[in-house]
Every structure is written in C-alpha cells, then in structure tokens.
C-alpha cells in the first residue's frame, strides 16, 4: 500500500513515471509468487473494459475513514443510479440485498419507460480491436493459431490437437446413467418438435393464370454449432443446435466449444455431439472458435452457416466473419445478453417468481430480468423480493446475478392488459405468464420470443427438455413459441 499512497501523492512527471514504476514492479512481484501471468491480467483487463456497471470511483469504507470522509448509508446503499428524468424508483438495492429497482409504470410517461427498460449497452465496437487479430491470426496460421488461443484464454496448455474428430472414444463420454437418461430424454423430446417443422409439401400457390411459383426447403450443408463453455457446462446448447441440424439433414455438422484446462472436452459435449452424428468437434471458443468454422484450418472443415449463443467475443468474432465477403459465411444473427420477463398477478407462487427471474440473471452481469406486477400489494410485492433474495444467496453464481440484478426493474402495472402492452414493447427473449387463465393471455401477446404459461412450466423447463428451441435464433419465420404444463401426481 506504501507504493500505492506515494503514487498517488506524486505530482512532478517524473515522480509519478518513479512511483509507478514501483507500483508495477511489486504487482508483478506479487502476481509471479501467486502463479498469475500477464495473461491473466490482460484477461481480466479485457473483462473490467466491458462491464457493464462501475463504481462511482468512491472510496471503499476502510481507505475513506483513513482520509476522513464520511460515507453515507444513502451512498452505501444506493448500487444503482436512477436514470436521468425517470420516475424515481419505490425501492433501490439496500444493505447488501439482491433486489431489483421497482417503478411504478402507470406514473411513468412513455419516455420515462423506455429509460426504464433499455437494455444493458453492447460494446460490440469496442471489441472489434480485439477480435479482429484474433481471427486473423487463426485466419492465417490455422491450427497453430488455436493452439495458442487455447493456452493464452483456456489455460490448456498441454492440448496437442484443437479438434476431436468421429467416432468418439467411450472414455470421453463417461457419465453417470442420470445425466445420460436426462440428455435422451431431452434429445426425443427437441427431435419430435423439429421433426414437426418439417415441411414435407412444397408451397405452390398460382399467382395468376398460368403462373406457379413454389416455395420448398433444403438444408444447409454444412453448419458450425458453437456451444459456450466458459462459466458452465452447457449440454442443452448443443442439443438445441445439434438436434434441429441432425433433423433437417444438415450433411455435415461440427461442433465448437472451449476446451477444459487439461484440453478434454466435457463428456456431455461429446455424448450429444455422438448421438447428433457431429463429425468434430473444435476445442476453441470465443472469437477464434467462429474464424476457424468460418476458413477452416489444417484439421477443421470450413461450414457455410454460423449458429449458436456467446459471449461479447464470440457475437463480434460472428459479425466480422459474416461481413468478410472471402469467408463466404452466413450466422444466425447478433445474439444479444439474456433476458426474461416474468408477469405476476395476485394468484402467483412467489418462490416460483423468484425461480424464473433468477434462472436469466445467473446467466451473466449483463443479462436483464423484469417483472411486471399485475395490482400487487406491497406484502405481496415483498414477498417476491424476499424469495429473489433468499434465493439468490443459495446460488453459487450469486456474484453473477448481483451484476444482472442492478440493471433489473420491477414495473407495478393495475391490469392484465396493461402488463402485456408493456411486454410487447420491451419484447422479451422469454416471457413467463404466472397469472389466471393464462392460456387466455396468451392471446394479446404479439412481441416475445417464446412463452412460459401457467404456474407450473418454468423456464428452465424450455431450457433443456420441453422440446421447443432455447437458441431462438436458429429459427428465420416470425414464430412465437409456447409451453404449456400441467401438474400431473
């Protein structure tokens, strides 16, 4: 702390570049006697430049008391700035608790609303300096190139190939007889959905005499399913992308996904990369992930379609790729940061609330979580905060959902159908109606992604085994999809 107060006591240019100099040497001192590397420093460099909240720059408690600043409860407890000409929220985040900002929406003008709603900013822009030699460098050296992405970003420095290609040996597809009954099951349940889509018939339709024009479906030849890996190990992405692949007749799938600091690939991964009949499998992530399936290398086949969720990196790696008129690949679209909406009214579980707010914002800092209160007392409103709370804490991803909660609202609405016209404005990624006859709801929804009715079909549900797809993006029609469950004892 010594170099750090003389640092900041320094005012000549030469003192500071003297004092700085000090500073950095005993941080690097400190980081080689813990086994942290510039590139782990340079990682975490890469993650602060994107978050999405900061602290105001004032002191932490201890450091203020030394110089005598006195810090308000009002400081220490507001985490979250209210936006600028909006109606100022009931409730802010509070002696640590997890609580999301609540506005009453009928108080509120429409511009108001929108401050109130906008999504967390994407820096896309700002990354693009990063990612752009990162899929050069693939671009030109191939495997090479991944190999020391691999170490540089996954730590697996002792990988010997960036690919596992078909048929894959049963020593990587060890699992216990649970997790595979749940993939199977997960499996015939995507595969009977997508098999329904299925247009069998072409479309014919005689737009005058004489003239017939036809509509009919092909698959693409060769698609690249990236699955992310970097916080959890995410099975149901791949079924999501591997499953619909497989039923349209895609002729070659390929699979990216990071390796494991031992340059394994998760077992999970390569069980469903074995039943959807992927023929590799990419040990990378991130934005070299995309340029190795977008060219192609030593060891990986070029695909002709891009489709997948990622991170900030991945999504600028896709659109970089996607705008190269040499790569000559197509993705899915931009995916943006996770969100879900949840409409509650008298007759909801809180716990159940809880559950499906929390299901989103444990994703990432950056995903967004709303509810919309349908004529809620404020014991009931409680209620639901408590179990958000209680909850959270329980997770091990609560530093996450801290991130995610400080751009989270809660919108007290008087109707029903006040509630939906304010979801359809924000349009949900995923909307969850916990209220009275909400089958009947359902039909003043125009804008969402997809739709979770009734107090028994969490969210969670759609993520991994109901059938419908999670990676909504792979779909191309304007559809809105739905699930219904019922308790059956």
Same mark, same amino acid.
């Given at each position: 702390?010594?170099?750090?107060? #003389?640092?900041?006591?320094?005012?000549?240019?030469?003192?500071?570049?003297?004092?700085?100099?000090?500073?950095?040497?005993?941080?690097?001192?400190?980081?080689?006697?813990?086994?942290?590397?510039?590139?782990?420093?340079?990682?975490?460099? !890469?993650? %602060?430049?994107?978050?999405?909240?900061?602290?105001?720059?004032?002191?932490?408690? %201890?450091?203020?008391?030394?110089?005598?600043?006195?810090?308000?409860?009002?400081?220490?407890?507001?985490?979250? %700035?209210?936006?600028?000409?909006?109606?100022?929220?009931?409730?802010?985040? %509070?002696?640590?608790?997890?609580?999301?900002?609540?506005?009453?929406?009928?108080?509120?003008?429409?511009?108001?609303?929108?401050?109130?709603?906008?999504?967390?900013?994407?820096?896309?822009?700002?990354?693009?300096?990063?990612?752009?030699?990162?899929?050069?460098?693939?671009?030109?050296?191939?495997?090479?190139?991944?190999?020391?992405?691999?170490?540089?970003?996954?730590?697996?420095?002792?990988?010997? +190939?960036?690919?596992?290609?078909?048929?894959?040996?049963? #020593?990587?597809?060890?699992?216990?007889?649970?997790?595979?009954?749940?993939?199977? *099951?997960?499996?015939?349940?995507?595969?009977?959905?997508?098999?329904?889509?299925?247009?069998?018939?072409?479309?014919?339709?005689?737009?005058?005499?004489?003239?017939?024009?036809?509509?009919?479906?092909?698959?693409?030849?060769?698609?690249?399913?990236?699955?992310?890996?970097?916080?959890?190990?995410?099975?149901?992405?791949?079924?999501?992308?591997?499953?619909?692949?497989?039923?349209?007749?895609?002729?070659?799938?390929?699979?990216?996904?990071?390796?494991?600091?031992?340059?394994?690939?998760?077992?999970?991964?390569?069980?469903?990369?074995?039943?959807?009949?992927?023929?590799?499998?990419?040990?990378?992530?991130?934005?070299?992930?995309?340029?190795?399936?977008?060219?192609?290398?030593?060891?990986?086949?070029?695909?002709?379609?891009?489709?997948?969720?990622?991170?900030?990196?991945?999504?600028?790696?896709?659109?970089?790729?996607?705008?190269?008129?040499?790569?000559?690949?197509?993705?899915?679209?931009?995916?943006?940061?996770?969100?879900?909406?949840?409409?509650?009214?008298? #007759?909801?579980?809180?716990?159940?609330?809880?559950?499906?707010?929390?299901?989103?914002?444990?994703?990432?800092?950056?995903?967004? *979580?709303?509810?919309?209160?349908?004529?809620?007392?404020?014991?009931?409103?409680?209620?639901?905060?408590?179990?958000?709370?209680?909850?959270?804490?329980?997770?091990?991803?609560?530093?996450?959902?801290?991130?995610?909660?400080?751009?989270?609202?809660?919108?007290?609405?008087?109707?029903?159908?006040?509630?939906?016209?304010?979801?359809?404005?924000?349009?949900?990624?995923?909307?969850?109606?916990?209220?009275?006859?909400? +089958?009947?709801?359902? !039909?003043?929804?125009?804008?969402?992604? +997809?739709?979770?009715?009734?107090?028994?079909?969490?969210?969670? *549900?759609?993520?991994?085994?109901?059938?419908?797809?999670?990676?909504?993006?792979?779909?191309?029609?304007?559809?809105?999809?739905?699930?219904?469950?019922?308790?059956?004892?």
């Amino acid at each position: 702390m010594e170099e750090a107060e #003389e640092l900041c006591d320094a005012t000549t240019r030469e003192n500071i570049a003297f004092e700085a100099a000090d500073l950095i040497y005993f941080a690097l001192t400190k980081c080689i006697s813990a086994g942290v590397t510039l590139a782990d420093v340079e990682r975490s460099l !890469d993650a %602060k430049s994107l978050k999405v909240k900061r602290r105001q720059g004032d002191a932490k408690g %201890k450091w203020a008391e030394k110089e005598g600043i006195t810090t308000s409860s009002k400081a220490e407890n507001e985490s979250v %700035k209210v936006v600028p000409g909006a109606v100022k929220p009931v409730t802010e985040q %509070k002696d640590g608790r997890i609580q999301m900002k609540r506005f009453d929406a009928s108080a509120a003008t429409p511009a108001q609303l929108d401050e109130i709603l906008k999504r967390p900013a994407q820096k896309t822009n700002d990354i693009m300096g990063i990612v752009t030699p990162i899929v050069n460098d693939v671009r030109t050296r191939g495997d090479a190139a991944l190999l020391d992405l691999a170490a540089k970003f996954d730590k697996a420095t002792g990988l010997k +190939s960036p690919v596992l290609k078909a048929p894959y040996a049963p #020593e990587l597809m060890q699992l216990d007889a649970a997790t595979i009954e749940a993939i199977d *099951v997960s499996f015939e349940n995507i595969r009977k959905f997508h098999e329904g889509q299925k247009e069998d018939q072409p479309l014919i339709v005689e737009t005058m005499p004489g003239v017939r024009c036809s509509r009919f479906v092909r698959a693409i030849e060769r698609v690249g399913c990236y699955i992310p890996g970097g916080t959890a190990v995410l099975p149901s992405t791949a079924l999501m992308l591997g499953v619909p692949a497989l039923v349209a007749g895609c002729k070659k799938i390929v699979f990216a996904s990071p390796p494991r600091p031992d340059g394994s690939c998760t077992p999970e991964i390569v069980y469903v990369a074995h039943k959807v009949g992927a023929e590799a499998i990419v040990l990378a992530g991130g934005a070299q992930a995309v340029a190795a399936l977008a060219y192609g290398t030593e060891s990986i086949p070029k695909v002709d379609k891009i489709l997948g969720p990622g991170n900030q990196f991945v999504t600028a790696g896709k659109m970089l790729v996607s705008n190269d008129t040499s790569a000559g690949i197509s993705i899915d679209m931009p995916a943006g940061p996770s969100e879900v909406l949840v409409v509650a009214d008298s #007759e909801a579980n809180p716990a159940f609330v809880a559950s499906d707010l929390l299901s989103q914002a444990e994703h990432g800092v950056d995903s967004q *979580v709303i509810l919309i209160a349908v004529d809620l007392t404020e014991e009931q409103l409680k209620a639901i905060e408590n179990e958000v709370h209680n909850q959270a804490m329980k997770l091990p991803r609560v530093d996450i959902v801290r991130g995610a909660i400080t751009h989270s609202v809660t919108l007290q609405s008087k109707t029903i159908e006040e509630a939906i016209r304010l979801s359809n404005v924000y349009a949900p990624e995923h909307l969850i109606l916990q209220v009275r006859n909400a +089958s009947k709801v359902v !039909d003043l929804v125009e804008h969402a992604g +997809s739709i979770f009715v009734g107090p028994w079909t969490p969210e969670s *549900v759609g993520d991994y085994s109901a059938g419908v797809n999670h990676s909504l993006r792979m779909f191309v029609y304007c559809l809105l999809f739905t699930v219904e469950m019922s308790l059956t004892l």
